[in-house]
């Protein structure tokens, strides 16, 4: 039975793997054929790993909640274990990659690194990878039945990325400094 968790999660890892190579792929043959429009493709690259890495963020710790219920050892936290991985893994972690790099090109590109709100955002990003560390380590400790900590821990750590993408989104949007 672990056998096939791990098989499975290995086909798992390899579908999110091509995916992402398709994705890529497609990116730099569009943007092959309008360089012109590279800003805005670059931008639409970021806005949807933005968005896959934040769905993660916010999902991971709801998992950790139910997880911390379920009993050491059973079917249903072996589950959750391999939800928890495949989920930092296959999606997490390969947004944050790609939400950074386009990010820091954009930033760059369209702002030269200037300005109070963008110097704001990168140090709220820097913060949200902080979390993203953070939820690394607990996807590791549950995985070897270490966790230690509560669902409520859980359930309070759930606000923070929601809260860091609130303030990450007022700075791009309203730009108030």
């Known amino acids: 039975m672990a056998g096939d968790s791990k098989d499975s999660g290995a086909v798992a890892l390899r579908r999110a793997a091509i995916a992402l190579a398709i994705f890529v792929a497609l ?5 092959a054929a309008a360089p012109d429009d590279l800003y805005l493709w670059i931008k639409a690259v970021h806005v949807i790993a933005v968005i896959a890495w934040m769905a993660g963020m916010l999902y991971l710790p709801r998992l950790f909640v139910y997880h911390v219920d379920s009993e050491r050892g059973s079917v ?10 495949r989920l930092y893994r296959g999606i997490i972690n390969p947004s944050m990659i790609i939400a950074w790099a386009a990010g820091l090109w954009l930033a760059w590109k369209g702002f030269g690194f200037m300005g109070g709100w963008l110097h704001a ?4 990003v820097v913060a949200m990878s ?10 590791r400790r549950f995985a070897e039945d270490r966790n230690q900590k509560p669902a409520r821990h859980w359930r309070i750590v759930n606000e923070v990325p929601t809260v860091l993408m609130i303030a990450i989104v007022i700075l791009v949007i309203v730009k108030p400094f």
Do not use: C, P
Not at 27 to 31: E, H, I, M, S, Y
Not at 130 to 139: D, F, K
């Open 27 to 31: 990116t730099l043959l569009l943007l």
């Open 76 to 85: 249903q936290s072996e589950t959750f274990k391999v939800m928890e991985r």
């Open 121 to 124: 955002k990168i140090a709220l």
């Open 130 to 139: 902080g979390m993203h560390g953070y939820l690394g380590g607990a996807v």
